[in-house]
Each structure stands twice: as structure tokens, then as C-alpha cells.
């Protein structure tokens, strides 16, 4: 089945990375995603627009894929669309990407799981959002060939 999903991530630091995974012809019915002018122009007008964007963009999504870099679980933004993601049932996606090689050929360094920073409600107890979805690395993980599979994964995780 089809899934809508976002896809949140540290846009300066991991875009190319990020559309490393979005290039791979696999996904489909994505949200998330902007390109430099659009981001910039979003950002131009403030916090209240970005919130706006971001809310727009989970509608109608069943899985929130966080792409996974060096900084991605101290931005602003990925909290926010993460906190979304949860109050809306999201199912809820890690995948590490910090080993994909940027515009420059360059990898980066591991970054925290922002998934370890937030509690869900699992048979009425709570539990770290890292305990109950997954969390895997794009290539060590075979991530062309599984994603499909982890995206349905995380939303029968999430009941949707």
C-alpha cells in the first residue's frame, strides 16, 4: 500500500543526503520536501509561516521518516515536526544517513536519535518513541531495497 509520508531532517547540513534517499526511485506520495528558493522563501517570513508549511505538509501523511545526520536531533524544526507527528499517530521512521556522502564527497559524523528525546503511549504506559519504532542505517541497512517495507513497518507500529 501506498503510503504518505513527511520526511524531517536538518535541510543546510543534510539536503543532499536527504535527496540521496528521496532520488532512489523508490518513494512515492512524499511530502518535505522543498528545494533551496522555496526553503529560503518559507523561512523569510518567519516562524509562524514555517509552522504553517510544516502543518500543511503532515496532513493527509500516515509516517514521519527522520533523516538522521550529525545535527538533526537538536533542530528546531525537527522537533516540531516530530512533536506533529506523534499528536497526529504518526508512525514514526529513523533512518541514519550521516554515511552518505554530500555534495563535496564528504561523510559525516553519527548524530543522537532524536527518537530517545520523545515519549509515547504505548498500553496506556510510556515509553521512549526509539523503543517502539525502528531506527536504521540507510546503506549498512540496505535501505534501497527495505525502505517500503520499514515505512509500512512504522505505520502498523502506529495502528494506521
Known amino acids: 500500500m501506498a503510503r504518505k509520508v513527511f520526511f524531517s531532517f536538518h535541510y543546510e547540513r543534510d539536503a543532499w543526503r536527504a535527496g540521496q ?31 504553517g508549511w510544516i502543518d500543511e505538509q503532515l496532513k493527509g501523511t500516515s509516517v514521519t521518516v527522520i ?49 530517545d528525546n520523545y515519549y509515547i503511549t504505548v498500553d496506556g504506559k510510556q515509553k521512549k518513541a526509539s523503543s517502539v519504532f525502528n531506527t536504521y542505517y540507510w546503506d549498512l541497512d540496505n535501505g534501497y531495497d527495505n525502505f517500503s517495507d520499514w515505512i509500512e513497518e512504522a505505520a502498523e507500529i502506529a495502528g494506521r
Open 67 to 115: 533523516l538522521i545526520g550529525k545535527e538533526t536531533s537538536d533542530r528546531k524544526w525537527v522537533k516540531y515536526e516530530i512533536e506533529k507527528s506523534i499528536e497526529k499517530g504518526n508512525g514514526l521512521l529513523g533512518i541514519y544517513i550521516h554515511r552518505l556522502k554530500n555534495q563535496a564527497g564528504e561523510k559525516d559524523t553519527k548524530g543522537d536519535n532524536p527518537l
Open 21 to 51: 534517499v528521496r532520488n532512489s526511485n523508490i518513494t512515492q506520495a512524499i511530502k518535505g520536501y522543498l528545494d533551496a528558493a522555496e526553503w529560503e522563501e518559507v523561512k523569510r517570513k518567519g516562524d509562524k509561516s514555517i509552522s
